[in-house]
């Protein structure tokens, strides 16, 4: 008995681990497995020593002893220990962030690229790559950038002597410039020698917050100066004797003959972000997740999409049913491209290697398959709800706006 129950436990194990195989979502969040494989191995050997050939009080000597060894484990171990994990499954549940979300704890921030039971892995804007106990992240304020759009802005001090519209002008138009929604300007503080001004709008894509923080920045100071406006401190004082009426405004440099135009913001910005470099690892486990949650969703959706398809008019089903598997055929590129890169050395790893230049092109090539993908899809949804089909609302789907739809509203 004792020996079928030892082989029965080893084939649910192994059973297990095929179906976590299976499973992308898992393979990417070891933390479920590797509970169900504690679980299971602490059932087995429960089960074997009550099936062993011994009295009744010897296997409760051994329960016991068992009992015993677990509860003085528990009680050796260190607090903090039992706080991060506690801590860790409170992020499970009330998921205030998730892997690529620009997140500020405390004096950290960066973009999340892991989330284990014990800590939270971020990469900060060195590109350094920080572990954070999750009991700190929950013991302090959390700020999460929302994917759907932040509010950026910037202070800027400006005398009395300059007219508050010309100032709000100005800034208003820098924010727009700089690409911001629904721009603002407030004054903050009227000071003893100057005015604080507050100028800001709703950036609506926050993959590159730095610089667009940095071009909002810009496109201040630029304006300002257009306006004839000067940035100077209130205690500005220049031993120079001045011609009256002397505006502080840095010129624009002059052209010489025979010499090509500079352009800073064209010739020092690289092909790639900022973000992109800063932020690699971030990036890449975000497309990661979103593409294993992808294939989730639409291997849940399969049965479903294949009826409703079999409703069409014969000549409608047959076009959708090549659309759909079209689709199917990129879902697999999506898998293999997956397990490509989950086997992949880290890409600093890989910098001097062949391999390393084609990394960033081949998330660029996951990126663009998940968006043919919901492109294509959103057009099988409006043909078939068009032929009258009898479909789910395509909200439902959750696939009607973006790709980020797919990993944070219907796939979570």
């Known amino acids: 008995m004792t020996i079928i129950i030892v082989i029965l436990t080893l084939l649910v194990i192994l059973l297990l681990q095929y179906l976590f195989k299976k499973s992308l979502v898992f393979k990417g969040d070891p933390f479920i497995r590797n509970l169900f494989f504690t679980l299971i191995t602490f059932l087995g050997m429960m089960l074997v020593i009550f099936s062993l050939p011994i009295s009744s009080d010897s296997k409760q000597i051994i329960v016991s002893a068992i009992g015993i060894i677990v509860g003085a484990t528990v009680a050796l171990s260190s607090t903090t220990f039992v706080s991060n994990g506690m801590s860790g499954i409170m992020v499970r549940l009330i998921k205030p962030f998730n892997v690529g979300d620009y997140i500020r704890s405390g004096e950290i921030f960066g973009r999340v690229t892991d989330k284990t039971i014990l800590y939270t892995r971020i990469q900060s804007e060195d590109r350094d790559l920080i572990t954070v106990p999750n009991l700190k992240i929950m013991s302090n304020p959390l700020t999460t950038i929302r994917s ?23 800034l208003l138009k820098a924010a727009d410039e700089a690409g911001l929604e629904d721009p603002f300007v407030h004054v903050l503080e009227l000071g ?21 923080r940095s071009n909002f920045k810009k496109e201040v100071l630029d304006s300002l100066h257009r306006m004839d406006i000067e940035i100077v401190s209130p205690t500005f004082m220049n031993q120079r004797v001045m011609n009256n009426g002397k505006r502080f405004i840095p010129p624009l440099p002059e052209k010489k003959e025979n010499e090509e135009e500079f352009r800073p913001d064209r010739d020092y910005i690289p092909e790639v972000s900022t973000e992109e470099i800063i932020f690699d690892k971030a990036i890449e486990a975000e497309m990661l997740e979103k593409a294993r949650k992808t294939l989730e969703y639409f291997d849940n959706k399969k049965a479903k ?22 689709i199917k055929d990129r879902l697999g590129n999506i898998e293999q491209i997956v397990e490509a890169l989950e086997k992949a050395p880290e890409p600093g790893e890989m910098e001097s290697s062949p391999e390393g230049l084609l990394h960033s092109k081949v998330l660029e090539h996951l990126s663009s398959i998940m968006d043919s993908i919901l492109e294509d899809y959103n057009q099988m949804v409006k043909i078939m709800e068009s032929e009258s089909c009898e479909i789910e609302d395509k909200k439902s789907y959750g696939l009607s706006e973006s790709k980020e739809s797919v990993s944070e509203n219907d796939v979570n």
């Open 305 to 326: 999409v294949e009826k409703q398809i079999s409703c069409l008019p014969e000549e409608s089903a047959e076009i959708q049913q090549n659309n759909w598997s079209s």
């Open 192 to 212: 003893d020698f100057s005015v604080t001004y507050k100028v800001g709008g709703l950036l609506k894509e926050t993959k590159a917050l730095l610089t667009d």
């Open 148 to 170: 759907s759009g932040t509010i950026i802005s910037t202070n800027v001090s400006l005398g009395y002597d300059i007219c508050r519209q010309d100032i709000e002008t100005a």
